[in-house]
């Protein structure tokens, strides 16, 4: 008979900062939100599905694998950090530039949202997911603790928070989307929002 043993997983009493901490780093704003967001505007919720569970499984496995052991190479390999800055800097404005021309209906038309695999893959070049992960790691992982059970559990309580707020941008997204009826007004929102992928890369950077 298998019994649950509290006194070998510190989570027990770590869960309601746990699940505050994927509650916020989730909902504030950041590369995903801000994309989803875009991607309601000019795709709609529905539309938007691959790109959202993209996002939600790729950071899992991002989270995972960190719990597990891929943060260390960030301490082991001094050039893999700044790498990735670039690597997610330089998507994030290749991103920025297809918001800032997504404006038109006729350019809509023949555009798709992001995929699940390409969601999916982003997370292991977005900065903001790094940090999400490495800083949940390092604060509610014990390493001399059970391991594998600490990071499933972790997994969960991201997963089940995570999912719920990053929809929450798409579906705010496709009620602005509905609203604007005219190219001008999508073409400044879509203006907005590739000025404000901008500004992430500019923080991510300094």
Known sequence: MVRWAPER????????????????SSI????????????????GFRRTFPHMFGI???FLTLLVS???????LFQQVSWLSPLLRVLGSAYLLYLAY?????GRAQQLSSARPMSFLEAAAFQFVNPK????????????????????????????VFATINLPCIATWTAAGS??????????RRR???????????????LINT
């Open 9 to 24: 997983i510190e989570f027990k009493m770590n869960l309601g900062a746990l699940a505050l901490f994927a509650f916020v």
């Open 28 to 43: 504030t704003p950041g590369p995903n939100n801000v994309m989803l967001w875009a991607s309601g505007i000019n795709y």
């Open 56 to 58: 939600a499984i790729g």
């Open 66 to 72: 960190v719990a597990l052991g891929l943060g260390s």
């Open 98 to 102: 297809r918001i800032f021309t997504a």
């Open 129 to 156: 997911a790094w940090v999400m992960g490495i800083t949940a790691v390092g604060s509610f992982v014990d390493p001399d603790r059970n391991l594998f059970v600490s990071a499933a559990l972790l997994g969960v």
């Open 175 to 184: 009620a602005i989307g509905r609203l604007l009826t005219d190219d001008r």
């Open 188 to 202: 400044f929102v879509n203006a907005f929002l590739a000025l404000l992928l901008v500004g992430t890369v500019y």
